[in-house]
């Protein structure tokens, strides 16, 4: 059996942690609110662990899901944080969207120790988590990789080795800034046609037999927009963070990208507007409310 800790049971963390809580690992969790650890250890027969530090005692595989960067570096920190349990040989794979400049301080401070790190976000949602088909995206040394390709197995279908540490949040970044920019442009474009007189659902048959498709036309707005379901899976406010971080990484490699600059401002005022436990997709809301149009 081998010895896993998973760190932060959200909404896509606590699918990616059932699939290890199987024969093949012995799982160890570990949740800020501790009551959920507690509820996920009692149905899947796993261990609670008391403090991350304790999760990550004799753990050879570690596995953080948090909001942000900043929340797993400040993970590490203390008596009961995660670098007091971390032993020599043990790998640290943080599922968190995160920064690439925070991941490699992390890598480089765990690194001192003996402990590898692999920045490894995903793609997929919280429907890809629970079948395990999420895709995942690896920054970091690719032995590292090799040796967690089971545990990356059992949560996702698609593992691609994106190149050193921070690659991997850079790429889902990128990915998040295209994921705002659909969403937000298809909204804009379906109000116009609706005042046009075009049904939304006739435009997005036609669009999605077009070359304007995306997974936004595809999929979201069809399930959540036109049935008004605004289903809760991803909240608006890790999109903000997650088209902030590409709109830095542009701005790092000094790319001008006013698209992405601009689509970071659009997501941060709809956050603002919806608040915190808003999903992404009501940022459409947004869009509607300055038009005077309804998409459904
Ligand atoms: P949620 O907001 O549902 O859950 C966040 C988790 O992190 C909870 O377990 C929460 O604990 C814990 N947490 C929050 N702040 C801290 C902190 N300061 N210290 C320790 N633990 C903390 O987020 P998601 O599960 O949706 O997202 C997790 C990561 O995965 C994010 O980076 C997100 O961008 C990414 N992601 C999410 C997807 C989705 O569809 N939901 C899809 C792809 C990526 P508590 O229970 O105490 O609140």
Redesign the pocket.
């Known amino acids: 059996m081998t010895a896993v800790a998973f ?8 699918p990616m942690a059932r699939h290890l809580a199987t024969p093949e690992y012995s799982l160890r969790v570990w ?3 501790a009551a ?1 650890a507690a509820d996920f250890a009692a149905t899947h027969g796993v261990t609670h662990a008391e403090s991350p530090a304790d999760a990550a005692n004799g753990a050879r595989f570690i596995i953080t ?4 960067s900043a ?1 797993v570096e ?2 590490l920190d203390g008596p009961t944080g995660l670098e007091a349990g971390l032993q020599e040989g043990a790998t640290l794979i943080d ?4 920064d690439p400049t925070t991941s490699r301080r992390i890598a480089a401070r765990l690194a001192s120790h003996g402990v590898g790190f692999l920045d490894a ?6 429907a890809g ?1 629970e079948i395990g088909s999420l895709t995942v995206m690896v920054g970091g040394d690719a032995a590292l990789l090799e040796r967690a390709a089971a545990i990356f197995g059992t949560f996702g279908e698609t593992v691609v080795h994106c190149g050193p540490v921070g690659t991997g949040h850079a790429l ?1 970044a990128v990915n998040q800034a295209m994921l705002a920019v659909h969403i937000w442009s298809l909204a804009e474009g379906l109000t116009a046609l609706a005042r046009a007189g075009v049904d939304p659902k006739i435009a997005l048959e036609v669009i999605n037999a077009s070359s304007g498709r995306s997974n936004s036309s595809q999929n979201l707005f069809p399930q959540r927009v036109l049935t008004r379901a605004f289903p809760r ?3 608006l ?3 903000d ?2 088209v902030g971080i590409a709109a830095r990484v542009q701005r790092e490699q000094k790319v001008p990208s006013p698209m992405i600059q601009l689509a970071a401002e659009l997501m941060s005022m709809a956050h603002r507007e919806l608040g915190d436990e808003a999903d992404h997709v009501e940022a459409v809301k947004v869009v509607e409310r300055m038009a005077g149009e309804v998409i459904d």
């Open positions: 760190l932060g049971l959200g909404a896509i963390g606590t949740n800020r609110t959920k899901c948090l909001p942000t929340d400040a993970l599922c968190t969207s995160g976000p995903v793609s997929g949602g919280v988590a889902k899976t991803f909240r406010a890790l999109l963070k997650d």
